[in-house]
């Protein structure tokens, strides 16, 4: 059994005690991940400190040079990374799972290398020339979930690392092989103290918080957590991005075919399982083609193979938790208890991690399962007749992340897009994300933005020099 180490300081550093990893698809134990400790933590914290003094000196296009030879690194290992994912997370190896997963890490890596961070040229007049520079914060302390375990982390640490701040990484203790295994390899092209990680209980989550040596936390999960963390942070003063829980609501217009519009529904809500946060969780339907839509549902649905993410021909697997997965159930025994009509699935199985693909139709706002963000494989449908309403009461909701509209007019599924409380609208699809686009959620679903030129801004502070 193979057991893993901390990296502090570009060094391999055992621990005295380990926690077991396993598979939710089988519960084999997959490996034995380092329990790290208070101490561990500032070990980690201040030799990222120690290598901030040389490294936020370097030169952007020399930082540029290091950060594409990680970004290379990871690629060429990806197989390697994405077995770990499948162990510890449950996703396939196949389809929208583990090596989808890290097919676009890398190149989420390889696009925020290539970001640039210009000077601003505010005034230069007789009255004085006036710049805006963006320098680093210090040592970002990153804390990332289960659910995409190696690309979440991707996201936190390449913009840190690229605007030249220093990392500590946290991985969640159900998935920490696969990012513990990514920040070794990266360790292998970058100065000793860049990125260091950690590994253990969520205690130390909150002790990265409210460490007085970090600058910075990038925290992806839920919203309860994210408050913890938002409040834990306070008394220094932290910079913090927050990409929190989402409960995203799909409207389907009436002028759409269902059967051509079926697969990007589907999929927007059950990639990973459900387990993602911009996955769509409520989904809203005309009563011109809500009974259509549901059979069409049904019946794609029921084409997917749900298995062991080891076997080839799986296309989902279980849920990545025992905790997540009694929330799950306890979120759908809601919404029968409450009326709902059960179109498919909504039994589970004991002794297993696996919840069958459930749809549910003949909800409405005020049930468990449509107020709750259920981070699982099972999707409320609910009918509407007025757009103005349905409109009001997908933004009934504290959650703010993305949401859709689907229609054959473009034009005017944009100006309903418009009225959405969220991050992001998506036209005729829900959930694609890009390195390109900023990213992030608006009122529960979190602070501030992730990805492109934005999310690089993020991990900097703005001095502004005036002469």
């Not at 290992?77 to 890290?102: C, Y």
């Not at 360790?187 to 007085?212: F, R, T």
Request: charged share 20%; with cysteine; net charge negative.
């Amino acid at each position: 059994m193979t057991r893993y180490n901390l990296t502090i300081g570009g060094k391999s550093v055992p621990t005295s005690d380990h926690f077991e990893v396993r598979n939710p698809s089988t519960g084999a134990v997959v490996g034995l991940a380092p329990s790290g400790s208070s101490a561990d933590l500032n070990a980690a914290v201040e030799s990222a400190q120690r290598a901030f003094v040389r490294w936020s000196k370097t030169s952007h296009d020399e930082r540029k040079k290091l950060c594409h030879a990680a970004a290379q690194k990871i690629s060429d290992h990806a197989d390697e990374i994405a077995h770990l994912i499948t162990l510890e997370q449950g996703k396939p190896l196949n389809g929208l799972g583990s090596r989808f997963e890290m097919n676009r890490a890398g190149a989420w890596a390889t696009y925020t290398a290539g970001l640039d961070i210009p000077v601003k040229l505010i005034q230069d007049s007789n009255e004085g020339r006036i710049e805006l520079h963006r320098r680093p914060i210090g040592v970002v302390g990153s804390i990332t979930p289960w659910n995409w375990p190696a690309m979440i982390a991707i996201w936190h640490i390449f913009p840190a690392l690229r605007a030249g701040n220093t990392v500590v990484n946290k991985p969640s203790p159900y998935t920490p092989l696969s990012t513990l295994r990514m920040i070794e390899l990266i360790n292998e092209v970058m100065p000793a103290g860049v990125i260091n990680s950690i590994a253990g209980e969520d205690s130390l989550g909150a002790a990265m918080s409210e460490h007085d040596g970090i600058g910075k936390i990038v925290f992806t999960g839920s919203a309860s957590t994210g408050k913890k963390v938002m409040s834990s942070a306070a008394n220094t003063l932290k910079r913090l991005t927050l990409e929190l829980g989402g409960n995203d609501a799909g409207i389907v217009l009436p002028d759409v075919d269902p059967k051509k519009i079926v697969a990007d529904l589907f999929w927007g809500s059950f990639i990973n399982n459900g387990q993602t946060c911009a996955a769509l969780k409520r989904l809203y339907v005309h009563d011109d083609v809500y009974d259509d839509l549901c059979k069409e549902l049904v019946a794609f649905a029921k084409t997917v193979p749900v298995g062991d993410g080891m076997k080839d021909d799986s296309q989902l697997g279980p849920v990545q938790n025992r905790m997540q997965f009694e929330k799950v159930a306890r979120l759908v025994d809601a919404a029968k208890k409450g009326g709902g009509k059960v179109l498919m699935g909504g039994e589970t199985q004991k002794g297993t991690l696996f919840y069958p693909i459930t749809i549910i139709a003949d909800l409405d706002n005020g049930n468990p399962l449509v107020d709750e963000e259920q981070f699982g494989p099972a999707l409320p449908v609910i009918r509407y007749s007025e757009i103005d309403e349905v409109i009001s009461r997908a933004n009934d909701n504290p959650n703010g992340l993305g949401g859709s509209v689907w229609s054959t007019n473009i034009e005017k599924a944009r100006e309903y897009g418009a009225e959405l409380e969220c991050g992001t609208v998506w036209i005729n699809k829900h959930g694609p994300i890009q390195p390109n686009v900023p990213y992030g959620g608006i009122k529960s679903s979190g602070i501030g933005v992730e990805f492109g030129e934005e999310g690089l801004f993020e991990n900097t502070n703005v001095q502004v020099m005036s002469s």
